[in-house]
């Protein structure tokens, strides 16, 4: 009797792991792994993916598979893959394995009024009908008017019909006639769609520095499956060694991913490596829809695209024979995904190397502390470019004290510094960046009569001010509100805005200097399809102006006509209730000033800020990292953090407060009892945002030490104690947020 293990496509817990079933005659021949099929489940049916012939432990009772679906959807190697991080991040299984499946490929079977119901793939290849001159020579009867226009038209070459409409109309009756005289032919074949275009930029090879030759040496000379860190200050030529290794690869008949942390830094990067490489590359996002995404993941797979470009999702595109991973500001948070599976990028990014071999490449101006430390302890190469490859310096930095500013009668966002260095850079038809960690136009709404502060009903936290449509938002779960005309609480008419987000700063420039063109970049401008491309376009093409905008345009940007950069508000991620926010903090003042100065033209960063002693701000101003991580590790080290130890978060939410406690208690209890005496559990207690889209939260943290099991041993504690109607449980390992 063969058998197979077969994961079910299941959101169900108690459905996690693969089951057993038996193999009929007729289907030995397409039962594979990888394969997707139709399974009995008690009193129905489920969709499933063969995942091994291990032989089950018992055979009594095990039932058919009843039909092969389609095609395999990914190997044995894949499969251990997804099975790695099922258990590195506590998560199911099927959440693991459906970041490795192609787009849309999924069967799904729907409840109907007689049972159930099995739907396709959502998805399918895009198909296209060609038309070809097969006749030359064929002539034609005078009154053929439409029939000798597309002879005309396919002299040049072979059309599409979609082509022969737009230019000529309807030619159906035409090209029937003419095929069946033989005249042309009418072929169908797979049409690519196009991902995107990328921001097309002159990019010609030139000679290296010598501090990146010597980062492209360190890279083809790594041993197989080991990581090198490139430590370059902003603009120094980083990608340049990027592409240069990957020609090499290349070369040999490997494949490349280069992973960015932001889908506004897609385009550029795809123009740069297509104006190298040509159009050897497919780009993988979150942005793209379901067809162009299965597209580009078959492309990879057939080995016609040899380079992948793209947010965290790229890691996981089917490259046959992967020379070279390339992880881009290894240090942005991004690359940690907020929902199960709750991987991080960066270290499965590293599995992946080791188990294929492949050389991974982690590149930052501002390296994480983790990252710095395992290069110091040796677990990785460093290499480090200190200088911008044009020869252009850094730019100088001025930190301005808002205190004082307001202390001597400013009341504006913007300090005199800032106004005087706008103005400058303005008069000489320069560009500037202006950034804020938030969008928006006020943090929030309060009434001076009684200190009414409107919040969400669903979350605990105040709802923002958008000046665009007048209303409250929720950033959290999306509500939306109507600005009151007066406080709902004493009817006073005092109601003022309080903070300040893009949207506001955009209207003080507008308002200061109306001759000059602004853009804004945030999650609001960008909402639309293209809508990154589409900014930075206009930003690159404006002769002069300003773009402002939030996190997402404080890295990777890179053009060299940006002169100043101001940073309206410093202090956003300097108090946040996380062991990162120091890190964070200087992270993001080194990243976004590195955005000016790139040319000949010197550059200017003023940071604006009511906290000019914070160590972040310090670091950046005289410039002395070593310092600045030596602080920050020592503390790390006293306290058992990343990197000296490890953590994990249980977060558990539930409709009632007492609800959710007395669950987090029983799984704390239960975590205690079987983890092992070295782990630390902290808790429970409620986080800073202590309800969130209806739910009250608590949280567990446990911290073991570098590269214990945490997510293994809690899937186990949590399952043991099992599930409460209407209660939440997640498990993050190596959190990012702890909100």
Same mark, same amino acid.
């Given at each position: 009797?063969?058998?197979?293990?077969?994961?079910?496509?299941?959101?169900?817990?108690?459905?996690?792991?693969?089951?057993?079933?038996?193999?009929?005659?007729?289907?030995?021949?397409?039962?594979?792994?990888?394969?997707?099929?139709?399974?009995?489940?008690?009193?129905?049916?489920?969709?499933?993916?063969?995942?091994?012939?291990?032989?089950?432990?018992?055979?009594?009772?095990?039932?058919?598979?009843?039909?092969?679906?389609?095609?395999?959807?990914?190997?044995?190697?894949?499969?251990?893959?997804?099975?790695?991080?099922?258990?590195?991040?506590?998560?199911?299984?099927?959440?693991?394995?459906?970041?490795?499946?192609?787009?849309?490929?999924?069967?799904?079977?729907?409840?109907?009024?007689?049972?159930?119901?099995?739907?396709?793939?959502?998805?399918?290849?895009?198909?296209?009908?060609?038309?070809?001159?097969?006749?030359?020579?064929?002539?034609?009867?005078?009154?053929?008017?439409?029939?000798?226009?597309?002879?005309?038209?396919?002299?040049?070459?072979?059309?599409?019909?979609?082509?022969?409409?737009?230019?000529?109309?309807?030619?159906?009756?035409?090209?029937?006639?003419?095929?069946?005289?033989?005249?042309?032919?009418?072929?169908?074949?797979?049409?690519?769609?196009?991902?995107?275009?990328?921001?097309?930029?002159?990019?010609?090879?030139?000679?290296?520095?010598?501090?990146?030759?010597?980062?492209?040496?360190?890279?083809?000379?790594?041993?197989?499956?080991?990581?090198?860190?490139?430590?370059?200050?902003?603009?120094?030529?980083?990608?340049?060694?990027?592409?240069?290794?990957?020609?090499?690869?290349?070369?040999?008949?490997?494949?490349?991913?280069?992973?960015?942390?932001?889908?506004?830094?897609?385009?550029?990067?795809?123009?740069?490596?297509?104006?190298?490489?040509?159009?050897?590359?497919?780009?993988?996002?979150?942005?793209?829809?379901?067809?162009?995404?299965?597209?580009?993941?078959?492309?990879?797979?057939?080995?016609?695209?040899?380079?992948?470009?793209?947010?965290?999702?790229?890691?996981?595109?089917?490259?046959?024979?992967?020379?070279?991973?390339?992880?881009?500001?290894?240090?942005?948070?991004?690359?940690?995904? =907020?929902?199960?599976? /709750?991987?991080?990028?960066?270290?499965?990014? $590293?599995?992946?190397? #080791? !188990?294929?071999? *492949? &050389? @991974?490449?982690?590149?930052?101006?501002?390296?994480?502390?983790?990252?710095?430390?395992?290069?110091?302890?040796?677990?990785?190469?460093?290499?480090?470019?200190?200088?911008?490859?044009?020869?252009?310096?850094?730019?100088?930095?001025?930190?301005?004290?808002?205190?004082?500013?307001?202390?001597?009668?400013?009341? =504006?966002?913007?300090? /005199?510094?800032?106004?005087?260095?706008?103005? $400058?850079?303005?008069? #000489? !038809?320069?560009? *500037? &960046? @202006?950034?804020?960690?938030?969008?928006?136009?006020?943090?929030?709404?309060?009434?001076?009569?009684?200190?009414?502060?409107?919040?969400?009903?669903?979350?605990?936290?105040?709802?923002?001010?958008?000046?665009?449509?007048?209303?409250?938002?929720?950033?959290?779960?999306?509500?939306?509100?109507?600005?009151?005309?007066?406080?709902?609480?004493?009817?006073?008419?005092?109601?003022?805005?309080?903070?300040?987000?893009?949207?506001?700063?955009?209207?003080?420039?507008?308002?200061?200097?109306?001759?000059?063109?602004?853009?804004?970049?945030?999650?609001?401008?960008?909402?639309?399809?293209?809508?990154?491309?589409?900014?930075?376009?206009?930003?690159?093409?404006?002769?002069?102006?300003?773009?402002?905008?939030?996190?997402?345009?404080?890295?990777?940007?890179?053009?060299?006509?940006?002169?100043?950069?101001?940073?309206?508000?410093?202090?956003?991620?300097?108090?946040?209730?996380?062991?990162?926010?120091?890190?964070?903090?200087?992270?993001?003042?080194?990243?976004?000033?590195?955005?000016?100065?790139?040319?000949?033209?010197?550059?200017?960063?003023?940071?604006?800020?009511?906290?000019?002693?914070?160590?972040?701000?310090?670091?950046?101003?005289?410039?002395?990292?070593?310092?600045?991580?030596?602080?920050?590790?020592?503390?790390?080290?006293?306290?058992?953090?990343?990197?000296?130890?490890?953590?994990?978060?249980?977060?558990?939410?539930?409709?009632?407060?007492?609800?959710?406690?007395?669950?987090?208690?029983?799984?704390?209890?239960?975590?205690?009892?079987?983890?092992?005496?070295?782990?630390?559990?902290?808790?429970?207690?409620?986080?800073?945002?202590?309800?969130?889209?209806?739910?009250?939260?608590?949280?567990?943290?446990?911290?073991?030490?570098?590269?214990?099991?945490?997510?293994?041993?809690?899937?186990?504690?949590?399952?043991?104690?099992?599930?409460?109607?209407?209660?939440?449980?997640?498990?993050?390992?190596?959190?990012?947020?702890?909100?």
């Amino acid at each position: 009797m063969r058998t197979a293990r077969v994961l079910l496509d299941a959101s169900t817990r108690s459905l996690a792991r693969p089951l057993d079933y038996r193999v009929p005659d007729d289907l030995v021949g397409d039962v594979a792994v990888g394969a997707p099929v139709l399974v009995p489940l008690r009193e129905r049916r489920a969709v499933g993916y063969v995942v091994s012939f291990d032989p089950p432990e018992v055979t009594e009772g095990l039932k058919d598979i009843v039909a092969v679906l389609g095609e395999p959807r990914f190997d044995s190697e894949r499969w251990s893959l997804a099975s790695w991080i099922a258990d590195e991040y506590a998560c199911r299984p099927i959440e693991a394995l459906r970041l490795l499946l192609p787009p849309g490929s999924a069967h799904r079977l729907v409840k109907t009024a007689d049972g159930w119901r099995l739907e396709a793939p959502a998805v399918s290849p895009a198909m296209e009908r060609i038309v070809e001159l097969t006749d030359p020579t064929y002539r034609l009867q005078p009154t053929a008017v439409r029939q000798r226009a597309i002879l005309d038209a396919l002299r040049s070459g072979p059309l599409r019909i979609s082509e022969l409409r737009a230019s000529i109309g309807e030619v159906g009756n035409a090209l029937r006639v003419l095929e069946s005289r033989g005249v042309v032919s009418i072929v169908e074949r797979r049409r690519w769609r196009s991902a995107t275009t990328g921001l097309a930029r002159e990019d010609p090879s030139h000679a290296l520095t010598e501090c990146q030759s010597g980062a492209v040496e360190a890279i083809l000379a790594a041993e197989p499956g080991t990581t090198v860190v490139i430590d370059g200050v902003t603009g120094s030529g980083k990608t340049e060694v990027y592409m240069r290794a990957i020609d090499a690869f290349l070369r040999a008949g490997r494949q490349a991913i280069v992973l960015v942390p932001e889908i506004s830094l897609t385009p550029q990067t795809v123009g740069r490596f297509r104006a190298r490489f040509g159009a050897n590359l497919a780009v993988l996002h979150s942005r793209l829809s379901d067809g162009e995404r299965l597209d580009q993941w078959q492309l990879v797979a057939s080995g016609e695209a040899r380079i992948v470009i793209g947010a965290r999702s790229a890691l996981f595109a089917p490259a046959t024979d992967l020379g070279i991973i390339v992880i881009d500001e290894e240090h942005e948070p991004s690359y940690k995904q =907020s929902s199960e599976p /709750r991987y991080h990028a960066r270290d499965v990014a $590293r599995e992946i190397a #080791r !188990r294929t071999g *492949a &050389v @991974l490449v982690l590149g930052s101006a501002t390296p994480s502390l983790e990252t710095l430390h395992a290069a110091r302890s040796r677990q990785a190469t460093l290499v480090s470019l200190p200088q911008r490859a044009t020869g252009a310096s850094l730019p100088d930095v001025a930190v301005v004290d808002m205190t004082d500013e307001f202390a001597s009668g400013n009341r =504006s966002m913007f300090s /005199r510094t800032l106004v005087a260095a706008m103005d $400058r850079t303005f008069q #000489r !038809r320069g560009k *500037a &960046v @202006l950034y804020i960690n938030r969008r928006g136009y006020a943090t929030f709404v309060l009434c001076r009569e009684c200190g009414f502060v409107p919040t969400c009903q669903s979350c605990s936290v105040s709802l923002t001010y958008h000046e665009t449509s007048t209303r409250l938002q929720c950033h959290h779960c999306g509500l939306v509100e109507q600005l009151p005309v007066a406080c709902p609480r004493c009817s006073s008419p005092y109601l003022r805005r309080f903070g300040t987000g893009t949207q506001r700063v955009e209207a003080e420039v507008l308002k200061r200097w109306p001759e000059v063109p602004v853009l804004r970049m945030d999650a609001d401008t960008t909402a639309g399809k293209g809508g990154h491309e589409r900014i930075l376009a206009a930003f690159e093409s404006m002769p002069f102006g300003a773009l402002i905008g939030t996190q997402m345009i404080a890295k990777g940007l890179d053009y060299p006509d940006i002169e100043l950069v101001g940073v309206v508000d410093a202090d956003t991620s300097m108090r946040f209730p996380d062991f990162r926010s120091t890190e964070r903090t200087y992270q993001l003042l080194m990243q976004v000033s590195g955005r000016a100065g790139r040319s000949a033209r010197p550059g200017l960063v003023v940071v604006q800020t009511y906290w000019p002693d914070h160590p972040a701000v310090q670091a950046m101003r005289t410039g002395d990292r070593d310092a600045f991580v030596a602080s920050e590790l020592s503390q790390r080290h006293e306290l058992r953090y990343p990197p000296f130890g490890r953590l994990a978060r249980i977060l558990v939410s539930a409709p009632a407060a007492e609800t959710a406690a007395a669950h987090a208690k029983a799984i704390a209890d239960a975590v205690r009892s079987s983890v092992p005496p070295s782990w630390e559990v902290l808790g429970p207690t409620t986080p800073a945002i202590s309800r969130l889209k209806k739910l009250f939260r608590q949280h567990i943290i446990i911290k073991g030490e570098p590269g214990a099991p945490l997510g293994s041993a809690l899937w186990r504690a949590v399952a043991a104690v099992g599930g409460r109607p209407g209660t939440k449980v997640s498990i993050d390992v190596d959190p990012y947020d702890m909100l």
